[in-house]
Every structure is written in C-alpha cells, then in structure tokens.
C-alpha cells in the first residue's frame, strides 16, 4: 500500500527536496496542490464511500469546508464547533464576562462587555438609580417609571411601605381618557366565552379583587375619593358608553353626596329569592318582593281632594302573590296585604289631635265596622258653651224618615234613615255641608270648601230628642195631675 502512493504521487506531481507537489514543480511545502485558475474542482477532498457530504473539502476558490460539498465562506462548517482555547479575533481572548459581537460583512468580531460605558454593548444611563427597573432605548439601558425595592413595586413612584403594588398619577395628568391603572378585557361574540360563575373562581373579570379571610376592615378592592368636586365618584360601575353607571360614594351635580347612586335600574337578590329588591329609575319604583308583581294600578287616573291625579307608584311591596305581602313598621306593627284590602295588626291614631279628618265628602268609606261603636269626644274642658237648644219635640214630630237604598253602588240593601235636604230646613246644625279640604302641602294650608254631597251627624239629634223627651214628660205629668183631679171629683 505504502509503494502505491509513492508511484501515485510520483505520475500526478513532483517531490523536491521532501516536498510533495501536486500541479507544481517546486513545492513550498510537505504537501503543496496547485491548480490553474480555471480549474473548477475540488482542490482536496477527504471521505468515504458512505459519507453523505465530504469530510473535508477545499475548492479552488480558497474556501474550506467541514461536512459540506460546497463552502462559500473561507471556512464552512456544517455541524457544531468545540473550543478547547480561546476564540482570539484579531489575536484578542477577551476577558471573562465579555461576549462576542459582530462588526459587520468583512470585518471581523470583538469581544465587549454586556453593560457598561464605553465600547460596552449596552450603555447605563448617567441618571440610573437604584431599584429602578431599566430599558433598552436602543442605545443604552435607561430608568423606566417602575422602581422595584424587593419588597413592592412602585409605577411613577417609589414603592410604598406594606404595598406590593403602588402606582401614581401626579396633578398635573388628567383628563378625559386619563387612568392610573386601566384593565381590559377582549372578549369575543357568544354567551359560552365568558365565566362560569360570579364566584371567585368563575369570574372571567379585566381587573380582580379577592380577600381571603375578609377580616375586619379588609377588602378585596377598595375606592377612595375626597369628592372635592361634583359629579365624582371613589368607584363607577358602568356600561362601555357611561349610558348606565352605578357610584360608591358619589357627589352629583349639586354638590350632594351618596354612599350608592345609580343612573339605571338596580337590583339585589339572593338566589332563594330573586329579585328581592329592584329599583327602576326608569320609572321611578322601588320595588321589594317580587319585580315580577305587576302595579296593575299604576298609571290609573282618580280624583283626590278635588284634583284629578294619576297613580305613579314610587315604592311597590309585593311577593308576587294576592295577598299575605306584609310590611314592617317598627318592631311589631306592620301592614298585611288581602285579597283587595289591607290589614294592620295593631291601631293607628293621627300625629295631631283633633287636626285631620277620616275620609272626604268626595272619598268616603262605603261601612266602618266596630265592636264598639265610635266614641266621640265631648269633654267640656275643651267646648266653649254657647248655651242650650231650643230644638225639641215640635222639630221631631216634622222630621220624616225615609227607606232608600244608594245610588250607584253594589250594595242593594234597603236602608233607613233621614234626608240632609228635609233635615236641613229643621235642624240644620245636624247637616254637614262644608268641610276643610287640604290643598298646600308646603306650607300646610285647609280651605272650607262645600261638600260633594250632604251629610248628617245623627248624634247632633241625640240632645233635640232629649229635649223633646223632657217636652212629653212635661205633657204626661200634666195629663196625669188632670186625670187625678178628674178621680177625685168624681169621687166626691
């Protein structure tokens, strides 16, 4: 085998002084391959039968390859490279620490550091400080408005003692569009694409709030506001377009203040009871109960003191159902609902005394049942007396009942009693035909109006037919003493 490559390289070149040339007389080195210009294969290839791309490859441009049939660079690696030295462009090692960084096309790397001044790869601002987060502007590494002390973070601030994240906005940004912390959801089209529930977990929410243990004076997000100015809020609640929004601690327009405020409807529930209270501020109605339960009144026009009116419900207590809907008024009375009437478990009396009326000549109730009857007053502390009535048997004997029955009722009972109009013309301090009628409520004012219709105070009779009593006791005391003296003259 030795002899063959001795005879192979004696037939293709030359060996001059040790040297081997191939393609040329006169060596310059132990193995020196030499080709003209226009030679367009490989100058020296090293591989095997099987080798998918040569060993080692030189072309006869000068390049050199490893594991490729065609290098374009001066060397051309196709695989890894492993380094037992230094890597030394331009003869330099570098330092521990540095990295290598391209010059460009033709020119060739050095070693810099990664942070620094200088020839540094990234320059540091001369304004750095410390705990400021850094960016890359491009050209140097300069402080960001985020400051980071281990303990929290701080966004256009430092870091506040016991907060893990603070963020500031100063005085002077402001403006519609402004927001010191802004989270935003993107969300898609579709019901499914959201959360599961209104639970911690559930929730598919832009910004979260969660307090575990909910101790005392604790919250999962809270919002304060000196609510300096009007029409501020320390948290809004509200629809993309600000059409509908809800506050917490609100100052409206006219400088009031509202723990809630609400423009659009509000509702609190509890799932064993839905919609336990709703209040349309559409239609002005705090409902509680049932917003299911119609106000089937609502709307309905009535003719109240005189005035006609419609009914506009501003609260409406129903459970949904026809009756048994009870409202609470202090610690044990309350109101109950009926089938079309109203219970009340205990009395009721008017604030003022002597000072309101019960019902109107024009709103009159139909029948008042009691055990006892009514009482009235008849103190004579309280009376100025005028003196005595005249009235007596003679206006008894021209006071005519009648049987009736009411006009334009459902009730066909046949009544007795007497008419206002006969009754008038004989004792008219019985009939009723003025009364005092509100119509101020600001300040409270009553004017004596006449009646709708005429009434009677039968009690007022009760002293005529007293007196008219005493007139016929007079009568039959005197036919009495006649009859006696009639006895005893015919006795004699």
């Known amino acids: 085998m030795r002899w063959g490559v001795v005879i192979l390289m004696a037939i293709v070149g030359l060996v001059h002084a040790q040297n081997v040339g191939i393609g040329i007389a006169t060596p310059q080195a132990k193995v020196h391959i030499q080709a003209p210009a226009?030679?367009?294969?490989?100058?020296?290839?090293?591989?095997?039968?099987?080798?998918?791309?040569?060993?080692?490859?030189?072309?006869?441009?000068?390049?050199?390859?490893?594991?490729?049939?065609?290098?374009?660079q001066a060397l051309d690696v196709n695989g890894n490279v492993q380094f037992s030295g230094a890597l030394m462009p331009g003869g330099n090692a570098g330092v521990a620490g540095q990295v290598l960084v391209s010059q460009g096309a033709?020119?060739?790397?050095?070693?810099?550091?990664?942070?620094?001044?200088?020839?540094?790869?990234?320059s540091i601002c001369t304004t750095a400080q410390t705990n400021y987060v850094q960016k890359w502007t491009g050209t140097e590494l300069c402080n960001?408005?985020?400051?980071?002390?281990?303990?929290?973070?701080?966004?256009?601030?430092?870091?506040?003692?016991?907060?893990?994240?603070?963020?500031?906005?100063?005085?002077?940004?402001?403006?519609a569009g402004y927001a010191t912390i802004y989270g935003y959801r993107a969300g898609t089209s579709g019901s499914s694409n959201g959360g599961s529930s209104w639970s911690t977990y559930g929730i598919d929410a832009a910004i979260k709030g969660y307090s575990l243990w909910g101790n005392r004076y604790s919250a999962g997000v809270a919002g304060f506001s000196f609510l300096d100015y009007d029409t501020s809020a320390a948290v809004i609640g509200a629809k993309y377009n600000g059409s509908i929004f809800t506050g917490l601690a609100y100052r409206d327009e006219g400088g009031k203040e509202y723990a809630i405020f609400s423009y659009g409807n509000l509702r609190?529930?509890?799932?064993?009871?839905?919609?336990?209270?709703?209040?349309?501020?559409?239609?002005s109605?705090?409902?509680?109960?049932?917003?299911?339960?119609?106000?089937?009144?609502?709307?309905?026009?009535?003719?109240?003191?005189?005035?006609?009116?419609?009914?506009?419900?501003?609260?409406?207590?129903?459970?949904?159902?026809?009756?048994?809907?009870?409202?609470?008024?202090?610690s044990i009375e309350y109101f109950i609902d009926g089938e079309a009437s109203m219970f009340v478990n205990y009395g009721f009396s008017p604030i003022g005394d002597n000072a309101h009326s019960l019902g109107q000549s024009g709103h009159r109730w139909s029948a008042v049942w009691a055990a006892n009857g009514t009482i009235q007053?008849?103190?004579?502390?309280?009376?100025?007396?005028?003196?005595?009535?005249?009235?007596?048997?003679?206006?008894?004997?021209?006071?005519?009942?009648?049987?009736?029955?009411?006009?334009?009722?459902?009730?066909?009972?046949?009544?007795?009693?007497?008419?206002?109009?006969?009754?008038?013309?004989?004792?008219?301090?019985?009939?009723?035909?003025?009364?005092?009628?509100?119509?101020?409520?600001?300040p409270v004012r009553y004017e004596k109006r006449p009646v709708k219709?005429?009434?009677?105070?039968?009690?007022?009779?009760?002293?005529?037919?007293?007196?008219?009593?005493?007139?016929?006791?007079?009568?039959?005391?005197?036919?009495?003493?006649?009859?006696?003296?009639?006895?005893?003259?015919?006795?004699?």
């Open 144 to 175: 960001t408005i985020i400051q980071d002390d281990g303990a929290g973070v701080g966004v256009n601030a430092a870091p506040q003692t016991n907060v893990i994240l603070y963020a500031y906005r100063p005085s002077t940004a402001y403006g």
């Open 285 to 330: 109605v705090l409902n509680v109960g049932s917003c299911n339960a119609d106000n089937f009144q609502d709307g309905n026009s009535y003719t109240l003191g005189g005035w006609s009116t419609i009914v506009d419900y501003v609260a409406d207590f129903d459970r949904g159902s026809s009756r048994g809907t009870a409202v609470g008024v202090g």
């Open 268 to 283: 609190a529930e509890h799932p064993n009871h839905p919609n336990t209270c709703f209040f349309y501020t559409t239609d």
């Open 453 to 492: 219709a005429l009434g009677i105070q039968y009690s007022a009779l009760i002293p005529v037919l007293i007196n008219a009593i005493k007139e016929q006791q007079e009568q039959i005391k005197a036919l009495e003493q006649e009859i006696e003296t009639l006895k005893r003259q015919l006795n004699h």
């Open 38 to 72: 226009t030679y367009t294969q490989p100058l020296l290839q090293v591989d095997n039968t099987t080798a998918a791309a040569p060993f080692l490859l030189v072309t006869n441009a000068g390049n050199v390859g490893i594991q490729l049939s065609a290098p374009t």
């Open 377 to 442: 007053t008849s103190d004579e502390r309280e009376k100025n007396i005028l003196g005595q009535p005249s009235y007596g048997l003679n206006e008894i004997l021209q006071i005519q009942p009648i049987l009736f029955q009411w006009k334009n009722s459902r009730d066909d009972r046949t009544y007795i009693g007497l008419s206002a109009q006969q009754l008038m013309n004989i004792v008219p301090e019985a009939v009723i035909t003025h009364e005092w009628v509100p119509v101020s409520e600001n």
């Open 106 to 122: 033709g020119v060739a790397p050095v070693w810099k550091d990664v942070l620094g001044s200088g020839t540094a790869i990234a």
